[in-house]
């Protein structure tokens, strides 16, 4: 969490950095000591979480929590000294009403809250794009031949050998496919098949609109998906239809992001 102090006094806002400091997942972007300094804050940096203190001389907090709204808007927890703002405060939908000084174990219930709330803000967008890809995909399908790629015709069955006996799975009835060693397992409606090749040389052979690399072992019909969840570390979990959940790790869940943004 990207994290913006707002405070008037240098010791509270020492105080509060030193407690967030104990946090591995919060990175504090900026401090400020006004909250005309606040705006401007926030302008310049992504901030997902700021902590603000209502009574300051020119911009009180309130200013700057009402000049913070729409679905993509840091939330806001108030820190503050006296509690008659408590009402107020939660009208205008913050997180959270600190009272200094801040206790440790109340700042941690805070941001267990704030990580909550910005998990399922993050699912939500993620659904959004996906839906869009998927849209996209059928678009495509319509305006061109099936499998078809830069002019080059991929696949549409893959050949499974089993002994001297050969048969051939429907590249589109692969739900995903795993690296095992020399091999590459393919997960299908009909069971699962295991192929001697590499999940490079299979990538590069499927159609590219259909199938995304999401780690290093495992590649996946974006047809199958059905949600993507943030996990820790800048991870991420693939939830397929048939139920398996998949690692997003973090150098492919960054090409994903940016495929799903340039939908």
Not at 27 to 48: D, F, K, Q, W
Not at 59 to 79: Q, S, T, Y
Not at 198 to 222: C, G, K, M, P, Q
Request: glycine share 6%; proline share 4%.
């Amino acid at each position: 969490m990207n994290v913006l102090l707002v405070d008037d006094e240098p010791p509270a806002r020492r105080r509060m950095r030193r407690l967030l400091g104990d946090a591995d997942d919060v990175t504090v972007v900026a401090e400020c000591g006004s909250g005309a300094s606040a705006l401007e804050a926030l302008r310049m940096h992504r901030v997902e979480l700021v902590f603000l203190d209502i009574q300051m001389p020119g911009v009180d907090g309130f200013v700057v929590a009402d000049a913070l709204a729409g679905p993509d808007a840091p939330l806001i927890v108030f820190v503050t000294a006296h509690d008659s703002h408590a009402i107020r405060a939660f009208e205008t939908r913050a997180l959270d009403y600190l009272m200094k000084p801040v206790r440790p174990e109340r700042l941690a219930a805070t941001l267990a809250r704030a990580r909550e709330a910005l998990s399922s803000r993050r699912s939500a967008a993620y659904a959004h794009q996906l839906r869009s890809v998927i849209a996209q995909l059928d678009q495509d399908a319509s305006a061109a031949p099936i499998g078809s790629v830069g002019g080059l015709v991929a696949p549409e069955r893959i050949e499974v050998r089993d002994g001297e006996r050969v048969r051939y799975v429907d590249a589109s009835d692969v739900a995903w496919a795993e690296a095992q060693g020399a091999h590459v397992r393919l997960h299908t409606s009909r069971g699962t098949f295991e192929i001697r090749d590499t999940l490079v040389r299979l990538e590069a052979s499927l159609d590219a609109r259909r199938f995304v690399r999401i780690h290093r072992s495992y590649l996946v019909n974006v047809a199958q998906v059905k949600e993507l969840r943030p996990w820790y570390g800048g991870d991420a979990v693939l939830v397929l239809h048939d139920g398996h959940e998949l690692k997003v790790s973090r150098t492919y869940r960054a090409q994903l992001k940016q495929r799903l943004n340039a939908v």
